[in-house]
């Protein structure tokens, strides 16, 4: 590195810090989440994040924005800082290099980006069947991501130095400063063919030139794997040249679409184009389409977006809390989870502690890149949770944490000897063991992973609430239900609507459990049948996002709604032999299909006096036709 380069350098890294502290402190003085203070200075949520993390530096106009917005809030500037503007305001003060800045890109709305996801997907539909289109596109969308990050973490170092080369020097000598390096065959620039790189030559002095573009992305994401390890089996998980009997899996002109389809300019992924939860989003609709045209077993590992957040907010994370889940799939919960900390407290300067496991190696992987996308420190970890549980204590035993959610697979079998021969003794002591479904052999694991203090909530079929209630025989599942119900575990169960999730037509219920319920919830559980909210959709049903939020807090609040929530005792659920099912309380109407009882009386009075008007007008009409039959 330059002598220029670095004194450059450590006066970049030295204002950095004083702007993450400048930010934070501003945010408090005023009041301000990060999100409402990125509307002021005109930027995304994920900017004012990074900044405030020390990850980058606010570019110049945005320095005069934020430094504006303090001196009129009356906020006495840092140090460096304060240093820094006064030699700005001196007459003498030799004039940087300005660069003319890009013009941020708008954030696109969601159906243009899901439009352009589908687009790829089919573009290489007659390649692959459904299940195998994300094996392709979704490492390439996150390749993109990447990218796009590493164009806008220059084009910051450009603004700061004043020079490309200066910015890229600084970069190519310290990796640190970048969120990811991506070296020059890998940027998308270069993959697009919208810039030109020479490739070197080999020990043979022939080109190393890619014979086409899926050699060419094979390459590129190796290319970045090398110089970032963690992303080892995240990105690199396919092998774009794949041959099969001499033909390539996917033909070079398909892929060559998908790359087109991935640069419109339109769709740009970098830090100022999208919000934090967007990528996120587009991620999951994708899971979605593969699903409904793949069976319920690619279902198995998405939870729709309004589900996740009505979760966070009943969990009501708390800065530095444990979360866990143990059937993590693409991550979706504990993502949830961590921006719904973020907005309750904006503040906190200590993020959520994320821990996840997940059985197949492709969900394992989305999880990773939801996670590195959302710019969040989560450690996962592969195995069968039933049998491996992964996060344990040193002395072998299951760790506990404050807050465990999870969506696994519903009804699924489990072999009798998991239960009987348990190590972990998480059956035996928690109700006795079960047999055949394993929805209540979850929850036991569930309330495992808990600490003393511990709150989850799990969803389940709905048939997890109610099997064995009103039999004569004995029952397994509903001993389990019993034994939760007497120790006080069960803060509530949630009815979902019919045919929200994308791998099944039922119902579902989420399971809200408590190790420590407050005094006034002692010896209750709610019970909430959300089903009449749900709003009709093709081809799903969904949840509206204003209802989430309204949802949650109700039953936080615990407290009777008419036709919507019921409290009842511990006594009364022993009474329905535990039973504890929203709809056998409150019974399960739907504002989408329900009809007003006396606009129906009104109607049929009506058409029953209609019909009696009709009935004499056509005893008139027939009275010469009878006449005459009769000869008279």
């Not at 055949?436 to 511990?454: E, I, S, V, Y």
Request: hydrophobic share 40%.
């Amino acid at each position: 590195m330059t002598q220029l380069c670095y004194i450059c350098y450590i006066a970049f890294m030295t204002n950095t810090k004083a702007y993450a502290t400048l930010l934070r402190d501003l945010r408090a003085h005023l009041g301000l989440t990060q999100t409402q203070l990125a509307e002021r200075l005109g930027v995304s949520f994920a900017t004012v994040n990074r900044w405030e993390g020390g990850g980058s530096k606010p570019q110049r106009a945005q320095q005069e924005a934020i430094l504006a917005l303090a001196r009129e809030s009356g906020l006495p500037l840092p140090t460096a800082l304060a240093a820094e503007n006064s030699l700005e305001e001196s007459p003498s003060r030799i004039t940087p290099v300005r660069r003319a800045r890009r013009r941020a890109a708008a954030v696109p709305d969601t159906k243009p980006m899901e439009q352009m996801l589908w687009d790829a997907a089919c573009s290489i539909r007659g390649e692959k069947d459904a299940p195998k289109f994300k094996d392709y596109l979704l490492p390439l969308l996150f390749l993109k991501r990447l990218s796009d990050v590493f164009d806008d973490e220059i084009a910051r170092l450009t603004e700061e130095y004043g020079s490309r080369a200066v910015a890229m020097e600084i970069a190519e000598a310290d990796h640190s400063l970048l969120r990811f390096y991506i070296p020059p065959d890998s940027r998308w620039a270069v993959i697009s063919g919208r810039e030109t790189y020479e490739w070197p030559q080999n020990a043979d002095g022939k080109s190393t030139t890619p014979k086409d573009i899926g050699e060419h992305l094979t390459r590129a994401v190796r290319a970045v794997v090398r110089h970032n390890p963690t992303l080892s089996g995240v990105i690199d998980v396919v092998d774009f040249a794949a041959e099969r009997n001499g033909e390539r899996d996917i033909n070079p002109s398909k892929l060559k679409d998908v790359v087109e389809n991935y640069s419109d300019s339109r769709y740009r992924l970098g830090l100022a184009d999208v919000q934090p939860d967007f990528l996120g989003r587009a991620y999951e609709y994708l899971l979605r389409k593969f699903a409904e045209g793949s069976g319920q077993s690619a279902g198995e590992f998405f939870t729709p977006t309004e589900v996740g957040y009505l979760i966070a907010y009943i969990m009501r994370p708390r800065p530095g809390e444990s979360c866990h889940d143990y059937a993590c799939g693409s991550g979706g919960l504990l993502i949830k989870l961590q921006l719904v900390a973020r907005e309750l407290d904006p503040t906190a300067k200590v993020p959520l502690r994320l821990t996840g496991q997940e059985l197949q190696a492709e969900s394992y992987a989305v999880a990773q890149m939801n996670a590195i996308i959302h710019d969040m420190d989560v450690e996962f970890a592969r195995g069968d949770t039933m049998i491996n549980p992964k996060f344990r204590k040193d002395d072998g035993s299951i760790r506990q944490n404050d807050i465990v959610v999870a969506n696994p697979m519903w009804n699924q079998p489990i072999a009798d000897d998991i239960y009987k021969n348990d190590p972990f003794d998480r059956f035996h002591t928690a109700g006795g063991t079960t047999t055949g479904k394993a929805d209540w052999g979850w929850l036991q694991h569930t309330l495992a992973c808990m600490n003393d203090t511990g709150r989850a909530a799990v969803v389940l079929d709905t048939g997890a609430v109610t099997r064995g209630s009103g039999s004569k025989n004995e029952d397994k599942e509903r001993n389990i239900r019993k034994w939760f119900v007497e120790q006080d575990y069960i803060e509530g169960v949630i009815l979902l609507p019919e045919n929200l999730f994308y791998n099944t037509t039922a119902a579902g219920v989420i399971v809200v459990l408590n190790k420590h319920k407050p005094e006034s919830r002692k010896g209750k559980i709610i019970l909430f049948n959300a089903s009449k909210k749900a709003k009709k959709g093709k081809p799903k049903n969904y949840l509206p996002q204003d209802e989430i939020k309204v949802m949650a807090a109700a039953f936080t609040k615990g407290e009777p709604v008419d036709s919507e929530i019921v409290v009842i005792s511990k006594e009364q659920a022993a009474e329905s032999d535990y039973n504890l099912s929203p709809s056998r309380w409150i019974g399960q109407t739907n504002d989408i299909d329900s009809i007003n009882l006396v606009e129906l009386v009104s109607e049929l009075k009506r058409l029953a006096n209609a019909s009696h008007a009709l009935d004499a007008r056509l005893s008139v009409l027939l009275e010469p036709i009878i006449a005459l039959e009769k000869g008279v």
